[in-house]
């Protein structure tokens, strides 16, 4: 069984700041781990994923994520945040080969200050 | 289609009736999920196809609430005798095969249950 952890609800920066949102999985089998992003009343969009390739992953629009097998995270950043990055993050995980259907966070907030 | 595609988009509904959401996934795509998001909450998982067969359907939430899939084509998500706690956000998303590599979101159908 899997399971997803998002640490923070909601996290404020200020533009230009740094972005980092938590993420920790459980797993019993070796993880896929994605990162979706939610804009106010539209669908998810895939940010970036992590299929037992290289642990360090580069996505859309600027972010990046690191697997950390030891930790069990699988971390978002973003060296500078824009006001356009304010949204919903959702992480996510999938048994080895993704025969099971995603298992998702609780989702966190990123509010961009001016 | 170039995307996945699901209506309506909202839906207000009575207490005690039925309703019907349609998706309508990218075509090729062999894999279809629902799942419910509610109010500030993450996302739910309810029900999964491949091809016309329902793997995993663990995630239903009682009896009231069905789906069925055409071929590899489009998917209906049944709730009879509705009730206020259904009132959430139904995602529909479309893989390839399983999904390792992530899945395609539509942009929801809004229910409000009165």
């Known amino acids: 069984a899997q399971s997803v952890t998002q640490l923070g609800s909601h996290v404020s920066v200020s533009e230009g700041a740094l972005v980092l949102l938590r993420c920790n999985y459980s797993?019993?089998?070796?993880?896929?781990l994605f990162w979706y992003v939610q804009y106010p009343n539209q669908g998810l969009q895939l940010l970036l994923k992590?299929?037992?390739?290289?642990?360090l992953v580069k996505g859309i629009n600027g972010f990046e994520a690191e697997f950390k097998k030891s930790e069990t995270s699988f971390h978002l950043t973003k060296p500078s945040a824009h006001m356009s990055d304010a949204a919903e993050y959702f992480c996510?995980?999938?048994?080895?080969?993704?025969?099971?259907?995603?298992?998702f966070g609780k989702g966190t907030r990123l509010s961009v200050i001016a | 289609g170039a995307g996945v595609s699901q209506s309506p988009s909202n839906k207000v509904t009575e207490k005690g009736k039925d309703v019907e959401l349609r998706c309508d996934p990218i075509?090729?795509?062999?894999?279809l999920y629902w799942y419910r998001q509610r109010l500030g909450q993450g996302l739910e998982f309810l029900i999964y196809?491949?091809?016309?067969?329902?793997?995993?359907k663990s995630g239903l939430p009682s009896d009231r609430f069905s789906a069925e899939r055409t071929g590899e084509s489009v998917s209906t998500l049944t709730i009879q005798r509705t009730q206020q706690e259904d009132s959430a956000v139904y995602l529909c998303?479309?893989?390839?095969?399983?999904?390792?590599?992530?899945?395609?979101f539509g942009s929801g159908t809004r229910l409000t249950v009165v």
């Open positions: 998303a479309s893989s390839l095969d399983r999904g390792a590599y992530g899945y395609t």
């Open positions: 797993s019993s089998v070796p993880p896929y």
């Open positions: 992590y299929t037992s390739a290289a642990t």
């Open positions: 996510a995980v999938s048994g080895y080969s993704g025969n099971t259907p995603l298992v």
């Open positions: 075509s090729g795509h062999t894999a």
């Open positions: 196809f491949q091809g016309n067969s329902a793997p995993d």
